[in-house]
């Protein structure tokens, strides 16, 4: 009871401040400073908060000039908490605070004028006039780049022309290449202590039977990372003669009171002309699509055929908890050859999905996954499309003898998860679709991958229109470029294919070359799109250009973001991680590393040292600072009715800072700001991404009993122990 009475009674505080009715000798107490020094550039936080580090740019004055100030990198308020280009390149919006400035120059505008530029100094983007104090300026395109500040006698003028007064660099421009040579002649000064780590600085024969990943195409790689091998066994499935091969996702129309038997067992899969033997639901791969209506109950009978123990996780589903698939919380694993039956409910419309939750670095990379639509009780949910197509993102590792082994014992790639090279839509690497011209569809989209963040768009002139997320749709739609996912995300996109011919939709992002210091374009394409000539019919496509508002959810979540925006969290996780007994080229090269953390790691760019760690040797961590407790050590208690304010806060001062997709189950959340910028334009969702050295605020709903489980969904961050339990009473 105490743990749940604390976030109400706030609640109700956070109320009074608002409406102004608080009580002037209780101002200290009932409304503190709307989140105090929760901005990057703000000094001493009263609570953990974005990084200083990477997001606030310190401007240093120019020779013999009196001048001060800061530039702050502020999240462009919009669906996704990472901001990026088509090409996935980092967006950001520049706040200026300048606390002393020379006098002007005599012209006929005279002003002060902020610039940023890459490192060529070529082009110099001229963002806008500043002042003394804070200035917000609009949105740029750059991984790593120098500001400047300058005194202008004319302010009009599109080029620089006046006195350069303040100067400052974005954390990306410390990428600096590692001594390759050092490294690659073995002089790295190796401690006496260190001589146990030396059978990793040279290729030697593996006992356990590792062959080794993959290089990262047109990047160099140390001789010293690729050799290294986890210390586990491998393990893939033996393959069986009798494994069916794998049939394509069949659609399963369930209705209130039906029954349906669930199988998880190996299949045989071709793809891309190579055999594999994996994993499928009932036979197939993906798993069966459910189409169910919004506020059934159906039964699902599961039958485990694996080798292993196995669970099925019903993800964003607000069920009871005995049915929510946890093992050792909600249920025990469902041992090979035994059954489990689930009792499903489904309270909200939308795109859900299910998959295993034990061992999900092997058993959902192998196949494990599918689709739930459950179909809106009411009909304006959605808007008039021609068609509706439903899109599982994946990725698999393969490598010359075929998908490169997990471990036996623990998971390998537990550093930043196991980014595979083979992409794949629906289970296939050549996704394809043919439409007519002025064709509507609305594409739901679900990332299954262990690790991998997509960017994606198609290709030049086709417009993408947002209108949904994880629980419900937007409260008001948007146009985007490209569609930022995280694993376990879903969002609900229309596209409108105007142009006749084949377009391409592509994963872009920007690559990281950790070891010599710099980005790179990355462009996957994962299926295309042909447009015929014929036309579509008029209806879907004339209401393409409306942005349409979603009265339920504007009205549902608009007071509760104006009564939580702007107030101090209830609740706050540090998203951190812990490095022990790494390989000592692994040390070295991740402390080069760690000068610089891109807010999101979009792909496996460091394979080898990555591959070799298991889940012992990097201990990704959720913790309380109110208690210190980490992991499933933290008791967070609540009640129904509860609504929470939650900070989570990804750490920046670690060996190796990344992203970290959290989800929660059982209940429903928005995001109430990224780094102290608010929130403008909601959606119910379950998973939020967590960017490297940011902080998210997010406003639980609590409205589900039971005990749940709060996680990373890397998969191997997961299974190196990144999840906890929050605890759910009723009144």
């Not at 980092?90 to 940023?116: E, H, I, Q, S």
């Not at 001594?179 to 780590?197: K, M, Q, S, W």
């Not at 299926?527 to 339920?552: C, K, M, Q, W």
């Not at 749940?708 to 998969?715: E, N, R, S, V």
């Amino acid at each position: 009871m105490k743990g749940a009475t604390g976030p109400r009674r706030e609640l109700r505080r956070a109320v009074a401040c608002v409406a102004g009715v608080a009580a002037i000798s209780f101002s200290a107490f009932l409304c503190p400073a709307p989140l105090a020094a929760q901005r990057p550039c703000d000094p001493a936080p009263a609570y953990p908060g974005p990084s200083h580090d990477l997001y606030c740019v310190h401007l240093f004055p120019a020779l013999g000039v009196s001048a001060s100030g800061t530039a702050q990198l502020d999240w462009i308020p919009g669906p996704f908490t990472a901001n990026v280009a088509q090409d996935g390149t980092n967006r950001w919006r520049l706040t200026f605070t300048l606390d002393t400035l020379p006098p002007l120059p005599k012209g006929p505008a005279p002003g002060y004028v902020a610039w940023v530029m890459p490192q060529s100094l070529d082009p110099m983007i001229r963002l806008g006039t500043v002042r003394l104090g804070t200035t917000e300026l609009g949105a740029f395109a750059l991984q790593r780049f120098l500001v400047h500040v300058s005194a202008e006698p004319d302010t009009t003028a599109p080029t620089r022309q006046g006195r350069l007064l303040l100067r400052g660099e974005s954390a990306g421009t410390r990428l600096r290449p590692a001594d390759n040579y050092e490294f690659f002649l073995g002089g790295i000064g190796v401690p006496a202590d260190a001589t146990d780590h030396m059978h990793h600085m040279a290729p030697q024969p593996d006992s356990l039977g590792w062959t080794g990943v993959p290089m990262y195409p047109r990047l160099d790689m140390l001789l010293s990372e690729m050799a290294l091998r986890p210390p586990v066994h491998p393990w893939l499935p033996a393959p069986q003669s009798d494994a069916p091969p794998a049939r394509p996702r069949e659609v399963v129309t369930l209705r209130n009171g039906d029954t349906l038997d669930l199988t998880a067992g190996l299949v045989h899969r071709t793809i891309a002309g190579r055999g594999y033997t994996m994993f499928g639901f009932n036979g197939q791969y993906p798993g069966p699509l459910l189409r169910v209506p919004q506020g059934a109950q159906v039964v699902v009978r599961f039958h485990n055929r694996l080798p292993q123990p196995s669970t099925v996780h019903w993800h964003g589903l607000r069920l009871d908890s005995r049915f929510d698939g946890v093992p050792g919380l909600t249920q025990a694993a469902v041992e090979p050859g035994e059954s489990f039956t689930y009792h499903l409910v489904f309270p909200d419309g939308g795109i859900f999905w299910y998959h295993p939750h034990v061992r999900e670095d092997i058993q959902q990379d192998l196949g494990l996954y599918g689709n739930i639509f459950v179909e809106a009780s009411r009909p304006d949910m959605w808007g008039p499309v021609h068609r509706e197509e439903f899109l599982i993102l994946d990725d698999l590792l393969v490598g010359e003898e075929g998908l490169i082994p997990y471990g036996r014992e623990e998971p390998t790639h537990a550093l930043m998860g196991r980014f595979g090279n083979l992409m794949l839509v629906n289970g296939e690497p050549d996704w394809t679709l043919a439409v007519r011209r002025g064709e509507v569809v609305r594409l739901f989209l679900t990332n299954v991958s262990n690790t991998r963040t997509f960017n994606l768009s198609f290709g030049p002139g086709t417009r993408l229109k947002l209108v949904g997320s994880d629980v419900s749709p937007f409260a008001r739609q948007a146009w985007v470029e490209s569609v930022v996912i995280a694993p376990a995300e879903r969002y609900v996109v229309e596209v409108r294919f105007d142009r006749p011919g084949t377009i391409a939709m592509i994963n872009a992002v920007q690559g990281q070359d950790h070891l010599n210091g710099r980005f790179f374009p990355i462009v996957d394409t994962l299926g295309t799109v042909t447009v015929g000539t014929a036309t579509a019919t008029r209806g879907p496509a004339a209401g393409f250009s409306t942005l349409r508002t979603d009265r339920i959810v504007d009205s549902e979540t608009a007071a509760l973001l104006r009564a939580n925006q702007g107030l101090p969290p209830q609740k706050i996780l540090e998203l951190r991680a812990t490095f022990v007994d790494l390989p000592y080229v692994t040390q070295r090269l991740m402390k080069v590393d760690s000068l610089y953390h891109n807010p999101v790691e979009w792909a496996g760019t460091m394979p080898g040292m990555n591959f070799a760690t298991i889940g012992p040797q990097a201990r990704w961590t959720l913790r309380d600072p109110a208690t210190g407790m980490e992991n499933m050590d933290i008791d967070w208690r609540f009640q129904v009715g509860d609504q929470v304010r939650v900070r989570l806060v990804n750490i920046r001062e670690t060996l190796h800072a990344m992203q970290h997709p959290i989800h929660l189950h059982g209940q429903r959340f928005l995001i109430l700001a990224v780094n102290g910028v608010p929130n403008d334009d909601p959606a119910w969702k379950d998973t939020a991404l967590v960017p490297a050295g940011s902080a998210v605020d997010l406003l639980v709903e609590v409205s589900n009993p039971g005990p749940w489980m709060l996680h990373c969904h890397i998969a191997e961050h997961l299974q190196a122990g990144m999840m906890m339990t929050v605890h759910v009473e009723q009144p």
